[in-house]
């Protein structure tokens, strides 16, 4: 059993631990990032732009895109 998994966040590749989330993902690639994430200024997208959970578990291959949120009253 492999104990990391070779994932993409904004194209760059990075070996996240074994059963690692979205955010524990965006978290080895840049902690700030992720904590942008965890405070609702950024969100994590799929590789077609759709919103993820921040939960979802990896696996190998996944692509990640970490966007900027706009605000509900924004236009």
């Given at each position: 059993?492999?104990?990391?998994?070779?994932?993409?966040?904004?194209?760059?590749?990075?070996?996240?631990p074994?059963?690692?989330t979205?955010?524990?993902?965006?978290r080895?690639?840049?902690?700030?990032l992720?904590?942008?994430?965890?405070?609702?200024?950024?969100?994590?997208?799929?590789?077609?732009?759709?919103p993820l959970?921040t939960?979802t578990?990896l696996?190998?291959g996944?692509?990640?895109?970490?966007?900027?949120?706009?605000?509900?009253?924004?236009?």
């Open positions: 059993m492999t104990e990391s998994v070779r994932v993409y966040v904004n194209a760059r590749p990075i070996d996240a074994a059963r690692s979205a955010l524990d993902a965006v080895v690639l840049d902690p700030v992720a904590e942008d994430v965890a405070g609702g200024t950024r969100a994590i997208t799929d590789s077609r732009g759709l959970d939960t578990p696996v190998a996944t692509i990640l895109r970490v966007v900027s949120v706009r605000s509900a009253g924004a236009e």
